[in-house]
């Protein structure tokens, strides 16, 4: 009775907790010290002050594709920050974040290889704020993580003496699985 049943099902499926294409992490930076486990670390109060914000909106409604957007608040002024998927969760130790996601992950780790070591092939982005320490960024790129694969979102104080640098890790936002 193959109708019966798929009508009996049908309610089911609507139920289902399919995973929703929008993921929305609102946290306040806090020290990794915190009683409670903190959603979203700082570990350079000079640019990313306790009780400063942050919104982090990651859109996969389109299918192969993942846009993800993030607003701050309350931010070092007039600053650049270099910002990073990366594979870890945040932790007290900055290292424990890993290193960068990668759609293909390069063989070789650390990962420096421009073959994979790029912004099409990881998720990139610059968050400048303006002089009230607010800002906010976004950037798409034409794949979606692998479950439970990318974990954070990391700030990273900016370089302006290097090309490539990104300079030590001043921030860390949790991401769900
Ligand atoms: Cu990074």
């Given at each position: 009775m193959p109708v019966p049943y798929a009508a009996a099902l049908l309610p089911l499926a609507l139920l289902a907790p399919a995973a929703s294409p929008v993921s929305v992490v609102e946290a306040d930076f806090d020290p990794a010290s915190a009683f409670v486990p903190p959603a979203a670390i700082s570990y350079a109060q000079d640019l990313v002050p306790y009780g400063s914000h942050a919104r982090v909106v990651t859109d996969?409604?389109?299918?192969g594709r993942t846009t993800l957007t993030l607003t701050v608040s309350g931010?070092?002024?007039d600053h650049a920050f270099p910002v990073h998927l990366h594979t870890g969760t945040c932790g007290a130790d900055p290292a424990s974040s890993g290193p960068h996601y990668q759609d293909v992950v390069d063989p070789v780790q650390p990962s420096a290889d421009p073959a994979y070591a790029n912004e099409r092939n990881e998720l990139r982005l610059v968050l400048r704020t303006d002089a009230d320490g607010e800002g906010t960024a976004s950037t798409a790129v034409d794949w979606q993580p692998r479950a439970g694969g990318a974990r954070s979102l990391v700030l990273h104080a900016g370089?302006?003496?290097?090309?490539h640098g990104a300079g030590d890790r001043v921030a860390c936002v949790k991401l769900g699985d």
């Amino acid at each position: 009775m193959p109708v019966p049943y798929a009508a009996a099902l049908l309610p089911l499926a609507l139920l289902a907790p399919a995973a929703s294409p929008v993921s929305v992490v609102e946290a306040d930076f806090d020290p990794a010290s915190a009683f409670v486990p903190p959603a979203a670390i700082s570990y350079a109060q000079d640019l990313v002050p306790y009780g400063s914000h942050a919104r982090v909106v990651t859109d996969r409604s389109v299918p192969g594709r993942t846009t993800l957007t993030l607003t701050v608040s309350g931010l070092a002024a007039d600053h650049a920050f270099p910002v990073h998927l990366h594979t870890g969760t945040c932790g007290a130790d900055p290292a424990s974040s890993g290193p960068h996601y990668q759609d293909v992950v390069d063989p070789v780790q650390p990962s420096a290889d421009p073959a994979y070591a790029n912004e099409r092939n990881e998720l990139r982005l610059v968050l400048r704020t303006d002089a009230d320490g607010e800002g906010t960024a976004s950037t798409a790129v034409d794949w979606q993580p692998r479950a439970g694969g990318a974990r954070s979102l990391v700030l990273h104080a900016g370089d302006p003496a290097g090309p490539h640098g990104a300079g030590d890790r001043v921030a860390c936002v949790k991401l769900g699985d």
